[in-house]
């Protein structure tokens, strides 16, 4: 077929196309693009299959997607092959073959190996690459094995509008805003562009999310926390919302503000709610579609839903990604969502743009608590009152993203533990090495320290990084202390901050421990001279802060009492006698051993 005049590239989608190509001719590193819903992934992915000067496979997980991707390269008067049991074709002889990972994986040897003049495959894109998994027993990680033994040098590029993995994090170490993201761990070393959300619908390219107030009662979801994997338990789900007696006025609430509208998708909890949830709509004009919906009704389902044939499409937690549908316009959410990434990826089925369509309803009824806008943190959340917030490193000033809570617009607690800044990698005679090279910034907001040389580790390190000595367990400190007839430990039950002066005269800070046995210790810090105040910020602030790391630099012990609530008290506390007196030496926080705390008391 003759190559005819490749369709247009928005700017976005062409800056995208240039940093993926400056990546790989920089080097190999596994590489992702983030694109949100509705951004053109598929025009993205064809214009770079259309540079490439090797041979190249598209991955994806569902039919939908490998159908999408292919007729997006055609568009441009190009052939390409089909590797997909679902759409009754298996061929892979051209430069560029389009396949499903399930049937690629099922039939690895026809792949990666010379045939037909072609030879090995030079550059793999994975679309929807959040289900790449760090287990390399799974089907994209076997397909990647497969393909490096017969070039060592192939290229991976991975495209997502959600580059979080529920259990895992992000799925990519570095970020090309100069952050790190993800574990050193990650398969995909770097993020090279990304397109923020709110940017695509300020340009007009994808429609406004509207979110209504919902008139009515709600699910109340919030006692349910996320299991192991990070995903809620779907007999919890179902506890809560089958048979709630709020439905019907939910449904009722739905299909009023449905009346102006096109196409409407609802996400429900469980199976056993999206049946209840079918009940109320117009039998006629809705249907619904499980992960046990068989594959050709399914289709049948979707094409009529398209089609318009139906105006309600009930699912659960499978039409999250790989469904498109431009016309539809009110998204009714009736179920949890685990991750900011997923409510994204909900919201995002009703974000792209049709003719006539004004904007998108979104009805929540499930109290989620996600900024569609809010970028994912990266760990999960602690606790349900916690938001993203912002915490600059007074080590590099990198701007990190860390869960945390606000008073006002102070930060007064974040949970993060080390700072997430790219900074220029240094030699040992303290210039910069190499050229432009790069390395997590060593700033560590908390911490435990290392007895033999005093280096600051991870809090759940188990040798330090510093001279690899095993880092000495915090129960292994308790009984220590416990066999010593001069030292004392507190199981502490609370902090008392004091104003108050010294046998001089002189101000001072007392800070009192007490154990549930009324057993204290005291330590008293001065802050009139700029070094007194360095010395309480380093042995006092950088363990006690909630937000460790902000910028608070009280002058007087009165500031600091009205500021306690931006402290935290330790788990435990050991002294040890000095004279007639007792010293504190040490202090536990963020204690997991098998001691119990104060607050675990019955």
Not at 560 to 584: C, N, S
Request: charged share 25%; with cysteine; hydrophobic share 40%.
């Amino acid at each position: 077929m003759t190559e005819t005049a490749p369709p247009s590239l928005r700017p976005y989608q062409q800056q995208a196309v240039t940093r993926v190509v400056e990546h790989f001719r920089a080097g190999d590193d596994p590489a992702v693009v983030v694109l949100p819903t509705g951004s053109g992934k598929s025009l993205v992915i064809a214009e770079l299959a259309r540079l490439a000067r090797g041979r190249v496979l598209v991955l994806a997980h569902v039919r939908e997607l490998v159908e999408q991707n292919h007729a997006k390269y055609q568009a441009y008067g190009l052939e390409a092959d089909i590797f997909s049991a679902g759409l009754g074709r298996k061929e892979s002889g051209r430069q560029v073959v389009f396949g499903s990972v399930q049937s690629v994986v099922r039939n690895l040897d026809g792949f990666g190996s010379p045939c037909e003049g072609q030879g090995a495959f030079t550059l793999l894109v994975i679309d929807e690459c959040h289900r790449v998994s760090l287990d390399e027993d799974s089907s994209y990680r076997r397909v990647i094995a497969h393909l490096r033994e017969r070039n060592p040098r192939l290229k991976v590029l991975g495209l997502t509008a959600t580059p979080y993995r529920l259990g895992q994090g992000f799925l990519y170490h570095r970020h090309y805003h100069g952050m790190v993201r993800g574990d050193d761990d990650c398969f995909f070393r770097d993020c090279v562009f990304e397109q923020p959300l709110r940017l695509m619908v300020k340009q007009g390219y994808l429609a406004e999310p509207r979110l209504v107030d919902a008139a009515v009662e709600r699910y109340d979801f919030s006692a349910l926390a996320p299991g192991s994997g990070g995903l809620f338990q779907e007999a919890e789900l179902n506890r809560v919302a089958a048979g709630n007696r709020a439905t019907p006025a939910i449904l009722e609430e739905v299909i009023a503000h449905a009346a102006e509208r096109a196409g409407v998708m609802l996400f429900a909890a469980s199976v056993a709610h999206a049946e209840e949830i079918m009940g109320y709509l117009p039998a006629d004009e809705a249907a619904l579609i499980t992960g046990a919906t068989p594959a050709a009704e399914r289709e049948a389902i979707i094409q009529a839903f398209k089609a318009r044939e139906l105006k309600y499409l009930v699912n659960v937690a499978v039409l999250t990604t790989g469904f498109d549908a431009p016309h539809v316009d009110l998204i009714a959410i009736l179920r949890p969502t685990e991750s900011v990434g997923l409510y994204q990826q909900i919201v995002g089925r009703g974000l792209r743009l049709a003719p006539g369509k004004r904007d998108c309803l979104i009805l929540d009824y499930a109290g989620n608590p996600w900024d569609l806008y809010a970028p994912e943190v990266g760990s999960p959340r602690p606790a349900g009152d916690t938001e993203p917030v912002q915490v600059e490193c007074p080590q590099c000033g990198h701007a990190n993203l860390f869960w945390g809570r606000r008073d006002g617009e102070i930060v007064i607690e974040h949970f993060g533990r080390r700072c997430q800044g790219l900074v220029v990698e240094e030699s040992g005679d303290g210039m910069a090495s190499g050229a432009g090279k790069r390395q997590q910034c060593s700033f560590r907001f908390r911490f435990k320290v290392c007895d033999q040389c005093g280096a600051e580790n991870d809090t759940a390190a188990r040798r330090c990084h510093g001279c690899e000595s095993l880092l000495v367990d915090a129960d292994d400190k308790l009984r220590e202390a416990l066999k010593l007839r001069d030292a004392r430990v507190l199981r502490v039950s609370g902090m008392q901050l004091e104003a108050t002066v010294n046998g001089r005269g002189l101000p001072r800070l007392k800070v009192v421990y007490h154990d549930e046995d009324g057993a204290t210790l005291a330590e008293w810090f001065a802050l009139e001279t700029p070094a007194q105040r360095g010395a309480f910020a380093a042995a006092f602030l950088r363990e006690h802060l909630r937000a460790p790391g902000t910028r608070w630099s009280p002058t007087t012990p009165e500031e600091v009492v009205a500021e306690r609530h931006r402290l935290r008290a330790p788990d435990f506390v050991i002294g040890r006698k000095a004279g007639r007196h007792w010293q504190v030496r040490r202090k536990l926080f963020d204690y997991t051993g098998r001691y119990r705390l104060a607050a675990e008391a019955g």
